[in-house]
């Protein structure tokens, strides 16, 4: 009788393990890819409030400049303009903006512009501000 120390085993690869480790990557990257999205948007300087809470992602931000000239994802609007962008967006009453005004915007531009949302049918409406 022949005596082997050493056994030889056929080789196999283990497929879960191999699984995880790929959707581990997948996720990681994916994370990764969010934080590299810029935001786009304008320096602006909010008014500030001892009471501002954190909302969550618009699907729109409305800048409103200094000038009253309304910017949204790098696009100048006028009024009608942006009434007619927002009345497009397929289903309006779903859609949710953020107003961000200018500490030196007159309070009757940020009306005007909230107006026109609500007129394009917007209900979810949320006005930015920095908290104190």
């Not at 910017?71 to 962008?85: F, R």
């Not at 200018?102 to 609500?118: A, E, L, T």
């Amino acid at each position: 009788m022949e005596r082997r120390y050493f056994e030889q085993k056929k080789g196999r690869v283990e497929i879960i393990p191999m699984i995880d480790i790929m959707l581990f990557l997948l996720v990681f990257f994916i994370m990764i890819t969010l934080q590299m999205i810029p935001d786009k948007g304008l320096n602006l300087q909010l008014p500030t409030s001892s009471e501002a809470q954190s909302l969550p992602r618009p699907h729109f931000t409305i800048n409103i400049q200094k000038d009253g000239s309304v910017n949204v994802k790098g696009h100048h609007y006028d009024l009608d303009g942006l009434e007619k962008m927002l009345a497009s967006d397929g289903d309006p009453g779903k859609t949710q903006i953020t107003i961000a005004a200018d500490k030196g915007v007159p309070f009757q531009d940020f009306i005007h512009v909230m107006d026109r949302c609500q007129k394009a049918g917007v209900s979810d409406i949320g006005i930015a501000a920095k908290s104190k």
